[in-house]
């Protein structure tokens, strides 16, 4: 076939929108001299090694850029004991003297963990290492005379402690055909019942780079049918129609914890009610591209069950609560498109109990010894709790009050080691399936996410450390991780929760002893307070809804 002039230029177009990414990646781009010179601004002092800076509540600290220049890379951390900091300590960024931020987010979402949890992120552009503990941003972000960065701790509970590098190119001018860097932030709790999410809405000319889309399930099963919608330039038909949620993150037949290049599901819960999902998809190699403006929506629509358990439909308007972050670049710098909700918004309300403050309220059996430890990294409080224990039937017993009632999400945060047993649950003194609902694995059925008959239900968690991943971390700290136990109705007033021995993993060794491992160590025991009821009614609902559109 004869190429023409117009093939050509098409081809030239397509090939450098592909080699971009790549250029980065390319060690030989360390052979040519590159224009500039390379900048710092961190919190690093030169006197001794307090190299954090003290954030109280509501608190910011402000990082100015004297451009032209590029952001290169940011280095991050946060810590507080506010255990959903990741959704209280929020960048934004300003570029060139706009009144409004280009970047607008919870560092946790922008750094591709959502609902204020951390998990590792391994991705080309951002990177959580560490469990979700150092943050690292790799989007290039020009900017022609400043960029104002603001980090604030929004917590209403606590301080935080931040560090932070940012490397940055301080250059003489800035490229004629700059474009800049946008990031936001949005949620819709609750959502609109029947109408789609709403990743994106832009206007100007750009590209679309990124997604890091946040779930929080309101009802059982699987919720990700949806489709994803890029409406281009202003059109009426989508030109890009997806064929599911999953599959719009690259995943197929359900999604799995991984962490790639370019995508990503760093947080995958089992499919229960207030199951809590995150995924990314960066679209580094294929940006979707817009002249005039970009919308961007993705159904939220998927296979809806009753609290029996029934599945009622396979394909209908569900009420999860979704969030997400948008990445683009665009020609100008953009108003923000959606309003940003305060920190009690963007979180549940939460019980909090760090275990080695709370102690001296607990009980045991006789022959067990409550430790409080100086030091483990693998703890919020760095001092950590330890149940020392040597016999099979011996208990411990955590109060916790209520004094709103409702229905609670359950979560233990364990620290997992190697000499430790395997505990059965006890709510207000009843097994776990009288108190609610169990949500430790292997309490429900997989196809159709009810309730097990009693006897096949999981009832204990087992606190052997099965990762070992980092040696150095795991065999001197242990493993933290927030592990859920269930939903459950409460009252105002003192309830408790007790864990009883019930043996030791095969593999755990008291290495003191050489006899089998029965101890338990944890950290923070957690009540979440759900935004939603029994959602019955709102299927029927919606069921309505759609049976009067036919």
Not at 81 to 105: K, N
Not at 154 to 166: L, N, T
Not at 298 to 309: H, T
């Amino acid at each position: 076939m004869r190429t023409t002039p117009s093939r050509l230029i098409l081809a030239a177009a397509l090939a450098a929108v592909l080699a971009a990414p790549l250029a980065a990646q390319d060690l030989n781009d360390l052979m040519r001299p590159r224009p500039g010179r390379s900048m710092r601004a961190s919190t690093g002092n030169l006197t001794e090694n307090e190299d954090a800076i003290h954030l109280g509540k509501g608190e910011s600290r402000t990082i100015l850029l004297s451009g032209p220049g590029k952001i290169e890379h940011i280095w991050f951390i946060a810590s507080s004991m506010d255990i959903r900091y990741p959704r209280a300590v929020v960048l934004r960024i300003y570029w060139d003297g706009a009144d409004a931020p280009s970047v607008e987010t919870p560092v946790g979402d922008f750094f591709g963990v959502g609902n204020g949890m951390r998990a590792e992120v391994d991705s080309l552009p951002v990177k959580a290492s560490s469990f979700g503990r150092g943050y690292n941003c790799y989007w290039p972000m020009p900017f022609r005379r400043e960029a104002r960065i603001v980090v604030t701790n929004e917590s209403d509970k606590e301080a935080a402690g931040i560090f932070y590098q940012v490397d940055w190119v301080k250059l003489e001018q800035a490229p004629e055909d700059l474009l800049y860097f946008h990031a936001r932030y949005h949620q819709e709790y609750p959502p609109v019942m029947g109408q789609p999410y709403t990743v994106f809405v832009g206007q100007g000319r750009g590209h679309y780079v990124g997604t890091v889309l946040s779930s929080q399930n309101a009802i059982g099963h699987w919720y990700g049918e949806g489709d994803d919608f890029f409406y281009i330039d202003g059109e009426k038909t989508p030109s890009i129609l997806g064929t599911g949620t999953e599959d719009y993150f690259n995943d197929a037949w359900n999604m799995r914890v991984h962490t790639t290049l370019f995508t990503g599901c760093t947080v995958f819960e089992p499919r229960g009610i207030d199951a809590r999902i995150t995924a990314y998809r960066w679209h580094i190699a294929d940006p979707v591209l817009f002249s005039k403006s970009l919308r961007f929506e993705i159904e939220r629509k998927s296979i809806i069950m009753d609290a029996a358990g029934r599945v009622v439909d396979d394909f209908k308007p569900r009420p999860d609560y979704w969030s997400s972050v948008a990445f683009w670049y665009q020609d100008s710098v953009a108003r923000p498109w959606c309003p940003f909700p305060p920190y009690r918004e963007r979180v549940n309300p939460e019980i909090v109990l760090h275990l080695p403050k709370v102690v001296a309220t607990m009980k045991h059996s006789p022959g067990v010894e409550l430790q409080v430890l100086p030091y483990s990294r693998a703890t919020w409080t760095k001092p950590w709790f330890r149940v020392r224990n040597e016999a099979i039937g011996a208990w411990v017993e955590i109060p916790f009050e209520i004094k709103e009632a409702g229905r609670y999400s359950m979560s233990l945060f364990q620290t997992l080691r190697e000499d430790q047993g395997v505990w059965k649950v006890l709510i207000d003194g009843k097994e776990i399936y009288e108190a609610g609902e169990s949500q430790i694995s292997g309490g429900y059925s997989i196809d159709e996410v009810t309730q097990l008959p009693k006897d096949r239900i999981n009832k204990v968690l087992d606190f052997y450390n099965v990762y070992k991943k980092n040696e150095h971390e795991d065999y001197t700290w242990g493993q933290g991780r927030e592990r859920k136990i269930g939903l459950f109705e409460f009252g105002p007033g003192r309830h408790a929760l007790r864990l009883v021995c019930v043996g030791a993993n095969p593999s755990a060794v008291d290495p003191e002893t050489g006899k089998p491992g029965y101890n338990l160590a944890a950290d923070i025991l957690s009540l979440r307070k759900l935004p939603f009821e029994h959602m019955d009614e709102w299927i029927e609902r919606v069921v309505n809804m759609e049976k009067g559109r036919k």
